[in-house]
């Protein structure tokens, strides 16, 4: 591990990971917090390197301290499933891979997001380059697995994140000074930006980019490497930003850009996280049909990647986003009218990760226009249990209950929204009417009072 002030978050990840592991060893790059007793309390290894606007220095220095067989790299905002150490231990007794890609779960804005990365390594077989957005390094093959890593990172305070891209922002961009044709620093720049919201710095970046790169600088210097790889990946982010900025024509015209480049050179299988990207794309565009067409050419593309995954060393975005083509899937069937198609695919989107809410209310929607109010109720319960139920859920459940004449049901979840929003009359009045109906005549009077400003 490398950390600095980690205070948070250590206690966790160090709790996580102790049955684990036979060492743990922290390198801190300046911590003035008690990060550092933290990790000594959990009998860490504890030593000290000069922050240098480097993650592969620091992250280098630690695996020259390590003395296992295998190094597990993990960092302190993340957490390992205690239930997978099972599958950690045996996935190291093998000797035909030298590098092991786990499932990590992270937590952003729309709920929990699945990506895969190769993060246990024998030592001797892996390092890392770049400063920041660092890329693993392993020689020889990586075997897939299912262990999973929870990460926290990105779900902070908006002060907190706002630090943290800003941290990110000025090292990216550093490491283009020093070098104007690193690819992936571009790619993660243009990132970057769009994690953020910042989708016209994405694509003028993109643009930027696109202007140093061309096709021919990559293909002279061998089709199938890298480089080209972080070119399309560049492309891809970049129609990314045009998507979220709603410029969906010059989204499609770089897709199919990219996708022109890979077949003019015969690469193959098709890039997935382009052929995604245009999913999506005619799916904000409305045209059902289309959309439908590239997330089932995405899903079938994506059964090739997962059992070749051992010998792709070159980066796969959406290689864990079965559960959001599903819900794309169930979304078009259901503007389609194929009403039980659209539940079929939304329910294997939910099955696939439980913690993401679009296809909840997807499905929702579904049951309500096929007048299935009791399963819609349910559907927006288990968000609940869950864990991921946001205000509009609670709107929603409040009001279905209504619709069934469950007044009691309905009044914790709308008071529950009144609390959120306490200046919204309309919710009020649902409560008020609610005492009403059930013969509380003075809760139903103040309500009505409130709601009318007296």
Known sequence: MIVKNEEEFLPTCLNSIKDAVDEIIVVDTGSADDT?????????????????????????LSINYASGDWIFQIDADEELEKSDIPKLRDAITTNNYDGIIIAIHSTI????????HPRIFRRGKGFYKDIIHEQTIIEGERLPTEIRLYHHGYNLDE????????????LLKKQIAQNKHDSFAWFNLIRNYRMQDLFQNGIDAGEEALKIFTS????????????????????????????????????????????????ELKIKPENIDIIYTLACIYLKEEDYRKAIDYFERFLSS??????????????????????????????????????????????????????????YKNLVLCYLNDGNLAEATNTLLKTITEGIAD????????????K???????????????????????TLLNIARCYEKLGHWEAALVGYKSALGQ
């Open 36 to 60: 550092i007793t933290i990790a000594r309390n959990f009998g860490a290894k504890v030593y000290h390197h000069p922050w240098n606007d480097s993650f592969s220095e620091a992250r280098n």
């Open 216 to 263: 021919d600088y990559f293909s002279k210097q061998g089709g199938t490497n890298g480089h080209l790889h972080h070119y399309v990946m560049i492309i891809y982010e970049t129609a990314n930003c045009c998507l979220h900025n709603n410029n969906f024509l010059k989204a499609k015209d770089l897709c199919r850009f990219a996708l022109s480049i890979l077949a």
């Open 302 to 359: 994506r059964e090739w990647y997962l059992k070749n995954m051992h010998n792709i060393s070159l980066m796969v975005d959406t290689l864990g986003y079965d559960y959001t083509a599903y819900n794309g899937l169930g979304y078009c069937f259901g503007k389609l009218g194929q009403l039980q198609t659209a539940i079929n695919y939304l329910q294997k989107a939910i099955a696939s990760n439980t913690k993401y809410l679009t296809p």
């Open 404 to 426: 069934q004449e469950a007044y009691e049901k309905a009044i914790p979840y709308l008071e529950a929204y009144l609390k959120i929003y306490p200046e919204n009359k309309d």
């Open 391 to 402: 205000d509009e859920t609670l709107l929603y459940l409040g009001e279905l209950y209504i």
């Open 159 to 170: 002060k907190r994140m706002q630090i943290k891209w800003q941290r990110t922002t000025h």
């Open 109 to 116: 804005k729309d709920g929990i997001h699945k990506f895969y």
